[in-house]
């Protein structure tokens, strides 16, 4: 079945600094991969949708200069959160869907655990 | 806006019962509706989706309804067994390449 690697499944970074978690379908093509954060007891939230490409789509409210999305191929999209702050501490995870696939929903990441210092 | 509503965030159901989670969606029918799993730390993982124009789907032990009338979505575990212990999500979609709007889940316990 698709299989959707996530990394780093965890990372402790300090407040200010960037850092940059990779999504990468492993045996399919996604022409769309989705990011999502999860606060504790929380629903995911959709921040952005990132088409191969071409630019990111964010959600209202979400800063498009501080998540940065990179989708450069059918494989591979990054999520770079940049001057990162304790209030960004969250779990990330990524999504992908390749075409075809409507009877099969969504594949998603194991997750990133980002916890700001 | 579109809301998914799960109204127990916790359900409790002794092993070998059937467990019977429930989805209500706000103003117009989603194309798709999706159910989840999601275990501490990890991502969810695709269980059942089901379309508007389907009443029932099933899988193994799993059953998803979809009611437009209700607007409401109940998902079944039969058997239930302690591994069935999960946050359980219930996700709409419109179909095509667009993203998920989730429920916040329900966290299903069960106890042997």
């Known amino acids: 079945g698709a299989v959707v690697s996530q990394h780093p499944s965890w990372v402790i970074c300090k407040s200010g600094t960037s850092v940059k978690i990779e999504c990468r379908s492993l045996d399919f093509q996604a022409t769309t991969m989705f990011w999502y954060r999860q606060f504790p007891k929380q629903s995911l939230m959709l921040m952005a949708t990132?088409?191969?490409?071409?630019?990111?789509?964010?959600e209202q409210g979400v800063e498009k200069d501080k998540f940065l999305i990179n989708h450069a191929s059918l494989t591979l999209s990054t999520l770079t959160v940049t001057s990162a702050h304790p209030e960004d501490s969250s779990f990330y995870i990524c999504?992908?869907?390749?075409?075809?696939?409507?009877?099969?929903?969504?594949?998603f990441g194991s997750g990133t655990r980002l916890t700001v210092v | 806006s579109q809301k998914i509503e799960q109204n127990s965030e916790a359900l409790n159901i002794q092993e070998g019962k059937t467990a019977t989670l429930t989805c209500n969606y706000t103003n117009y029918s989603p194309a798709y509706l999706q159910w989840y799993r999601q275990d501490p730390g990890r991502g969810p993982v695709f269980l059942l989706l089901i379309r508007e124009n389907e009443k029932e789907k099933r899988k193994e032990r799993l059953k998803v309804t979809f009611d437009t009338t209700l607007k409401q979505s109940l998902f079944h575990i039969t058997a239930s067994q302690p591994a069935d212990s999960a946050t359980y999500l219930c996700?709409?979609?419109?179909?095509?390449?667009?993203?998920?709007?989730f429920g916040k889940g329900t966290h299903l316990i069960i106890q042997p």
């Open positions: 990132s088409n191969e490409g071409s630019k990111a789509t964010y």
């Open positions: 999504s992908a869907r390749g075409w075809g696939d409507s009877d099969y929903g969504y594949t």
């Open positions: 996700v709409r979609s419109g179909g095509g390449a667009d993203g998920l709007t």
